[in-house]
């Protein structure tokens, strides 16, 4: 990563050229999409990595690990330039922009939380216990949400109950895709949500990732879209729909 000066030159001194640390490879850059990228029109920026972990800088977090490309691990740490206003990590405004703060996605997923290097759980639980006190001291307002769970398993968060994980969130978020992934019914929707109710009465439950792909047909969807809706629009209070459009063939 190109070393970047506390304050930009407009020109090289003495001359109107501008400043060739711009050109660099290593120099954070975040180019404009101006159509569609990986099949998706509102993807409109592409940071490189020296950039996102410049963002992270500039909103007030420190990167302690970088375990593989494109995920960070971080503490808060103080905000630069504080004294011009407050920082993403500290919205103040009568409408937050930055209203909740998930704790890893998708942690009972075997492929984004490895159950050999953490069999009882306890690694992930104390995970979420420390993510949750430093939220909650960061922003007392802002929602700690519980990783969406795939699959939606009522005995995983039991066993977080007795770790004391759940006292450090507010929601239990869930994902389902019973067209296209899990092995039950779109109609199992409000058995689920039942559940993870009935495992964590005290918190609110979330649907943050929910989907069907037009990949067998453009009416699977539009069914998908049409049942799930039934089923989850005013029994919770949050639902994310995984994209209308399906990701390139290829």
Request: hydrophobic fraction near 45%; glycine fraction near 6%.
């Amino acid at each position: 990563m190109y070393p970047v000066p506390e304050d930009h030159p407009f020109h090289v001194p003495g001359t109107w050229d501008p400043p060739a640390f711009f050109e660099e490879p290593g120099y954070l850059k975040m180019p404009f999409i101006e159509q569609a990228f990986a099949g998706d029109w509102t993807n409109w920026w592409a940071p490189n990595a020296a950039c996102s972990q410049a963002m992270l800088r500039a909103a007030g977090f420190s990167i302690e690990a970088n375990p593989e490309a494109d995920v960070y691990l971080c503490r808060v740490a103080p905000v630069p330039y504080a004294r011009y206003g407050p920082a993403a990590v500290y919205p103040a405004r009568e409408h937050d922009l930055i209203e909740a703060a998930m704790i890893w996605n998708e942690p009972s997923n075997k492929s984004h939380w490895d159950p050999e290097l953490d069999p009882d759980w306890s690694i992930y639980a104390d995970t979420v216990i420390r993510a949750g006190t430093a939220i909650a001291q960061a922003n007392p307002a802002l929602k700690r949400v519980l990783g969406g769970l795939p699959p939606i398993d009522p005995m995983w968060l039991g066993r977080l109950r007795e770790l004391g994980a759940l006292d450090a969130v507010d929601v239990v978020a869930v994902h389902g895709f019973p067209i296209d992934w899990n092995l039950w019914p779109i109609h199992a929707w409000p058995d689920k949500i039942a559940e993870v109710e009935a495992a964590a009465p005290d918190k609110e439950v979330w649907v943050t990732e929910v989907g069907v792909g037009s990949f067998g047909a453009e009416e699977v969807q539009v069914f998908g879209v049409q049942r799930t809706a039934e089923f989850l629009v005013g029994r919770v209070p949050r639902i994310s729909w995984y994209s209308l459009f399906d990701l390139p063939l290829e």
